[in-house]
């Protein structure tokens, strides 16, 4: 059975830090591309940041860029998104999310909300 698992979200005032993580099983994690997305109340879900299976490419939104870094491990089966610089704007539920070719797998969200 295929689960994504994310965890580390809550509650950060603007300029702090989140590390998001996702456990994957039921699917060989090596294989799969992993991305980040988030979907904040009102607005399209839209993609974060993303990993090579190996960790060799990553890409970003433009409005991340320089504050979150993406990282996997494939001997745990893991990828996270470490969040720094947090803004009000980056209130959202966050969603982990495999893919390769039919292959779209995704979890169920952890809300991440930055206020004062």
């Known amino acids: 059975q295929v689960q994504l698992v994310e965890s580390g979200g809550g509650l950060v005032q603007p300029g702090g830090s989140l590390r998001l993580s996702c456990a994957a099983s039921g699917f060989t994690f090596a294989n799969y591309a992993m991305t980040w997305y988030r979907q904040a109340p009102g607005k399209e879900r839209e993609l974060v940041a993303r990993?090579?299976?190996?960790?060799?490419?990553?890409n970003y939104a433009d409005s991340v860029k320089g504050r979150f870094t993406i990282s996997r491990d494939n001997a745990k089966n893991m990828v996270y998104l470490q969040m720094n610089s947090l803004k009000p704007d980056d209130t959202a539920v966050y969603y982990c999310?495999?893919?390769?070719?039919?292959?779209?797998?995704w979890g169920q969200g952890t809300q991440v909300t930055v206020s004062s």
């Open positions: 990993i090579s299976n190996f960790g060799g490419s990553t």
């Open positions: 999310n495999a893919r390769r070719s039919v292959f779209d797998y």
